[in-house]
């Protein structure tokens, strides 16, 4: 089985229960799993790949909890710079409609090399549009070219404009289909084992873009193989008004109504939410994908993440679609939730406030948010920290650096507080994917120019 030694971290960030942060530390890593984390010295001085991190900071590998790889090809449209969500989403999906199994595949890749330079190693996505022939197949074996791993979300869009749903009938599809189609990729893809590279999730778009039967369906055939739901919750008022006057409830009731809350489920945004609904989310141990950046853009709002976390509610971060973010960076993110979450603060009376024991996020909290945080909403405990027994999955910055000159007394908030860098080294299950800031396992350049091409041709 293949070692891979990694030694001489300047400090070595485990994210582990008991918050070690290891001088000069180091990992033995076989066959893809960590055996050994500690000191450089206390560590085996050979191994048949070494990795010398000298002058590095290194951190678990982050994990994405929502995204639209797709939308990497639509960033900054001029017609939907400005709008709100559901203006921006008719906007945007008659140019989605054109979509190819090779614009799948190509974006697919795009986005995951953004993730994989920002230091992520596991990443979800939300394909919910399968225009000319696209298959969610088709993203799945582009993401085993690139190296991270993937929880492949089969979206689904039924409730088209003419039933009174938002997006247009072009992009909508049979509901058996949708779900004979789900159960194929479960019985092809899904792997639950410690250490998958490739899960399968079952998510229905949103509220106003699919039938309440479609949802009760996937959730039964979800539960019938053990795999993950997951769908666009509560992001806008606008949401908000549209299910109260459809389904006559709020969008967490509705998903209550449905069957949709329990430990196996996780929602995209949840930003329009009371006091109560939070205690639906802790009760049933749903879990959330927080996605400030996306939030920020199109005027949605501020989640509650202090308050998910005060009830014991799991929080990862997601970058969402890279036509509501423009980008795929997820340490970025990382930043962006301790920023938006102290705007958030001051919105709600910190600066007023004579109460000792309020405090704003910190930068450790936000780390925890895009490693812990995100690894127990996909429902995986063999990612998220480096620990005996996990995933050999993380991330190296060369601390040597002008963006941290002056910060390097305390070189874990200066990851997070400082601007958002390109990663010197990511690492995959003990594989290199990026190295000295370069992908391993693509042409970089290559890839960008078909991307443009597409994109080129999908808005002409």
């Given at each position: 089985?293949?070692?891979l030694?990694?030694?001489?971290?300047?400090?070595?960030?485990?994210?582990?229960?008991?918050?070690?942060?290891i001088?000069?530390?180091?990992?033995f890593?076989?066959?893809?799993?960590?055996?050994?984390?500690?000191?450089?010295s206390?560590?085996?001085?050979?191994?048949d790949?070494?990795?010398?991190?000298?002058g590095?900071?290194?951190?678990p590998g982050?994990?994405?909890?929502?995204h639209?790889?797709?939308?990497t090809?639509?960033?900054?449209?001029?017609?939907?710079?400005?709008?709100?969500?559901f203006?921006?989403?008719?906007?945007?999906?008659p140019?989605?409609?054109?979509?190819?199994?090779?614009a799948?595949?190509?974006?697919?890749?795009?986005?995951?090399?953004e993730?994989?330079?920002s230091?992520?190693?596991?990443?979800?996505?939300?394909l919910?549009?399968?225009?000319n022939g696209?298959?969610?197949?088709?993203?799945?074996?582009?993401?085993?070219?690139v190296?991270?791993r993937?929880?492949?979300?089969?979206?689904?869009?039924s409730?088209?404009?003419?039933?009174?749903?938002?997006?247009?009938?072009?992009?909508?599809d049979d509901?058996?289909?949708?779900?004979?189609?789900?159960?194929r990729?479960?019985?092809?893809y899904h792997?639950?084992?410690?250490?998958?590279?490739t899960?399968?999730?079952?998510?229905p778009?949103?509220p106003?873009?699919?039938?309440?039967?479609?949802?009760?369906?996937?959730?039964?055939?979800?539960?019938?193989?053990?795999?993950?739901?997951?769908?666009?919750?509560?992001e806008?008022?606008?949401?908000?008004?549209?299910?109260?006057?459809?389904?006559g409830?709020r969008?967490?009731?509705?998903?209550?109504?449905?069957?949709w809350?329990?430990?196996?489920v996780?929602?995209?945004h949840?930003?329009?939410?009371n006091?109560?609904e939070?205690?639906?989310?802790?009760?049933?141990?749903?879990?959330?994908?927080h996605?400030?950046?996306?939030?920020?853009?199109?005027?949605?709002?501020?989640a509650?993440?202090?308050?998910?976390?005060?009830?014991?509610?799991?929080?990862?971060?997601?970058?969402?679609?890279?036509?509501s973010?423009d980008?795929?960076?997820?340490?970025?993110?990382v930043?962006?939730?301790?920023?938006?979450?102290?705007?958030?603060?001051?919105?709600?009376?910190?600066?007023?406030?004579?109460?000792?024991?309020?405090?704003?996020?910190t930068?450790?909290q936000?780390?925890?948010l895009?490693?812990r945080?995100?690894?127990?909403?996909?429902?995986?405990?063999?990612?998220?920290?480096?620990?005996?027994?996990?995933c050999a999955?993380?991330f190296?910055?060369?601390?040597?650096?002008?963006?941290y000159?002056?910060s390097?007394?305390?070189?874990?908030?200066?990851?997070?507080?400082?601007?958002?860098?390109?990663?010197?080294?990511?690492?995959?299950?003990?594989?290199?994917?990026?190295?000295?800031?370069?992908?391993?396992?693509?042409?970089?350049?290559?890839?960008i120019?078909?991307?443009?091409?597409?994109?080129?041709?999908?808005?002409?």
């Open positions: 089985m293949p070692t030694l990694v030694r001489n971290a300047q400090l070595l960030v485990t994210m582990d229960d008991h918050h070690r942060e001088a000069d530390g180091g990992l890593i076989r066959d893809g799993f960590i055996e050994q984390v500690g000191p450089t206390a560590l085996p001085q050979t191994a790949e070494i990795l010398d991190l000298s590095h900071i290194v951190f982050l994990v994405n909890t929502h639209h790889f797709y939308q090809l639509t960033r900054v449209v001029p017609a939907a710079q400005d709008a709100n969500l203006n921006w989403l008719t906007t945007l999906y140019i989605w409609a054109r979509l190819t199994p090779e799948i595949r190509v974006s697919t890749k795009t986005a995951l090399t993730l994989a330079l230091g992520c190693t596991t990443a979800s996505d939300h919910y549009l399968f225009p696209s298959k969610l197949d088709d993203e799945i074996l582009a993401a085993r070219e190296g991270l993937l929880h492949a979300s089969r979206g689904s869009m409730l088209g404009e003419s039933k009174g749903g938002l997006p247009p009938d072009s992009v909508v509901e058996d289909v949708i779900l004979k189609d789900s159960q990729l479960i019985e092809t792997d639950p084992a410690p250490g998958s590279f899960q399968i999730v079952l998510a778009c949103s106003f873009s699919v039938t309440g039967d479609l949802m009760r369906e996937s959730a039964a055939l979800a539960r019938q193989y053990d795999v993950h739901l997951h769908t666009h919750l509560a806008t008022e606008d949401e908000e008004t549209f299910c109260l006057e459809k389904f409830h969008p967490v009731g509705y998903m209550q109504e449905l069957g809350v329990g430990e196996d996780w929602f995209a949840a930003v329009w939410v006091a109560d939070i205690a639906v989310f802790s009760r049933h141990h749903c879990g959330v994908a996605c400030p950046t996306s939030n920020m853009r199109l005027a949605s709002g501020i509650p993440v202090k308050e998910y976390l005060a009830a014991g509610v799991n929080v990862g971060l997601g970058v969402d679609g890279s036509a973010n980008g795929s960076h997820l340490l970025a993110e930043r962006q939730a301790m920023l938006l979450a102290r705007v958030r603060e001051g919105i709600t009376g910190f600066s007023r406030s004579d109460d000792p024991t309020r405090t704003l996020m930068a450790r936000a780390l925890w895009g490693t945080g995100g690894a127990a909403v996909l429902g995986r405990a063999d990612i998220g920290s480096l620990e005996v027994g996990k999955d993380f190296a910055v060369n601390l040597n650096r002008l963006e000159a002056g390097l007394h305390d070189p874990v908030s200066a990851v997070v507080f400082d601007q958002p860098v390109r990663v010197d080294y990511t690492v995959v299950g003990g594989k290199i994917v990026v190295s000295e800031g370069q992908m391993t396992t693509l042409d970089e350049g290559a890839l120019e078909r991307h443009n091409q597409i994109a080129s041709e999908l808005l002409a």
